[in-house]
């Protein structure tokens, strides 16, 4: 079992920023991808972004590309999500997931509780 556990979520006006954290916990992440997702209120859940626990390879959707950077810190088991410049249409619930395989658009194998992002025009 892995245990994620998020914070950094909040309140900021367009184009500003904000980072997210996710705690990881409970097995040895080493072959892992960790990634995050986001869901608006009215709309399905968004995969967001990915990285490799091993060799940090990254993958970004299109909506979010030079915009967001995900970034791991292994020696403190956490996967961060730095937001810049962001819009309106960011306003999500933020999920960190796991997956032993490869967290993407068809989910992932341990979530968080999520953190809720919002903002304001």
């Known amino acids: 079992q892995v245990q994620l556990v998020e914070s950094g979520g909040g309140l900021v006006q367009t184009g500003g920023s904000l980072r997210l954290s996710c705690v990881a916990s409970g097995r040895t992440l080493g072959s892992y991808s960790m990634g995050w997702f986001r869901q608006a209120p009215g709309k399905e859940r968004e995969f967001v972004a990915r990285i490799s626990w091993s060799d940090g390879n990254t993958y970004y959707v299109d909506s979010v590309k030079g915009r967001f950077t995900i970034s791991r810190d292994n020696a403190k088991n956490t996967v961060y999500l730095q937001m810049s410049s962001l819009k309106p249409d960011d306003t999500a619930v933020y999920y960190c997931?796991?997956?032993?395989?490869?967290?993407?658009?068809?989910?992932?194998?341990?979530w968080g509780q999520g953190t809720q992002v919002t903002v304001s025009s």
């Open positions: 997931a796991a997956d032993q395989i490869r967290v993407g658009p068809g989910g992932a194998d341990y």
